[in-house]
């Protein structure tokens, strides 16, 4: 059983562009979640999808979006990137009405 | 608002010893709490669980104690491996982690042989 993957592993962009990144959800998991991890600190919650629906959204602008798609694949786009947008960017899945998440290894990006 | 605290950002304990980890929280919703363990350049794994309508749960090496008068929980790892140095995350979720997670800051657990 293939689990949660992200790509690319590492970006590095400039302030003011924009970023897309992916995320494949463990087979059988329609839900997932995008998490933003700063330096030294926990994983803090963007937003969550079901079934091609956000189901939810943390404290975040709206120049960070997403997409589920039917395969439950995922993206999150970040427009007008700033320079505290640097983190390592976690997307996790799991199957509805589970309680554990699943996460990927993470995509660093750096915003220079 | 940080809203679940992890107030030792580093611990050193002994291989074979027990090594304890400890979490707070202050929001009454959350009803799930989670354990995650992360090594450098790896997305957090999960370790272990607990709902609020218990205060123990074990799996092998690992228990986590929940004291929700104390909004606390603990980690205990007994006995402690080289293996197990990493950073933990505590998490806690409401609606029986049908929701998001909220995660603390983490403690870095080394051990040492």
């Known amino acids: 059983e293939t689990g949660v993957t992200q790509s690319p592993t590492h970006l590095i962009k400039t302030r003011g562009q924009q970023v897309t990144l992916r995320c494949s959800s463990q087979s059988g998991h329609n839900t997932v979640s995008w998490y933003q991890q700063a330096l030294g600190q926990g994983p803090q919650f963007i937003f969550q999808?079901?079934?091609?629906?956000?189901?939810g959204r943390g404290n975040f602008p709206p120049r960070f979006s997403g997409l589920q798609f039917p395969n439950y694949s995922s993206e999150l786009n970040v427009n007008a990137l700033e320079l505290d947008d640097s983190a390592l960017y976690l997307c996790?899945?799991?199957?509805?009405?589970?309680?554990?998440?699943?996460f990927g290894p993470g995509t660093r990006l750096t915003v220079l | 608002d940080q809203q679940v605290k992890q107030n030792s950002p580093s611990l050193r304990v002994q291989e074979g010893r027990i090594s304890i980890l400890n979490c707070d929280y202050t929001n009454s919703m959350f009803d799930y709490f989670l354990w995650y363990k992360k090594y450098p350049a790896e997305g957090p794994t999960f370790l272990i669980s607990i709902s609020s309508i218990k205060d123990k749960n074990e799996d092998g090496r690992f228990t986590v104690f929940l004291n929700k008068s104390a909004k606390h929980l603990s980690l205990h790892i007994v006995p402690s491996q080289p293996g197990d140095s990493a950073v933990y995350f505590c998490?806690?979720?409401?609606?029986?982690?049908?929701?998001?997670?909220?995660f603390g800051t983490g403690t870095r657990l080394t051990i040492i042989p």
């Open positions: 998490a806690a979720s409401a609606n029986f982690g049908n929701e998001k997670l909220t």
């Open positions: 996790a899945s799991n199957p509805a009405a589970y309680n554990e998440q699943f």
């Open positions: 999808y079901y079934r091609e629906e956000e189901n």
